[in-house]
Nanobody, 121 residues
Framework: QVQLVESGGGLVQAGGSLRLSCAAS????????MGWYRQAPGKQRELVAS???????IYADSVKGRFIISRDNAKNTVYLQMNSLKPEDTAVYYC???????????????WGQGTLVTVSS
């Protein structure tokens, strides 16, 4: 009933920038929080950044000062601007959204399909 479509991953050299986008669509009454997680090979999925419906943000310590999360609530879209990228940022980045459905007013919590970010040294 709710889908997330991610875009913007790719290959970039260390020090470069990328911008990820994630658009939610479907039977959405309200999105409470949208965020980005990442999973590097052999590691657990970890939070990168998250933003609530009132624009409060959480960042992983490893990306503070380099990454910026933003939302366009009218478009149900979240962005992740990634600057000063490092090889250790290489991972599959997943979008996550949590909210309420229009049809049943039940809560939802869904994941995107993931987009690969590769940072070369």
């Amino acid at each position: 009933q709710v889908q997330l479509v991610e875009s913007g991953g790719g290959l970039v050299q260390a020090g470069g920038s990328l911008r990820l986008s994630c658009a939610a669509s479907g039977s959405i009454f309200r999105i409470n929080a949208m965020g980005w997680y990442r999973q590097a090979p052999g590691k657990q999925r970890e939070l990168v950044a998250s933003m609530s419906s009132v624009s409060s943000t959480i960042y992983a310590d490893s990306v503070k000062g380099r990454f910026i999360i933003s939302r366009d609530n009218a478009k149900n879209t979240v962005y992740l601007q990634m600057n000063s990228l490092k090889p250790e940022d290489t991972a599959v980045y997943y979008c996550n959204a949590a909210g309420v459905l229009t049809t049943t007013f039940n809560a939802f919590n869904i994941w995107g399909q993931g987009t690969l970010v590769t940072v070369s040294s």
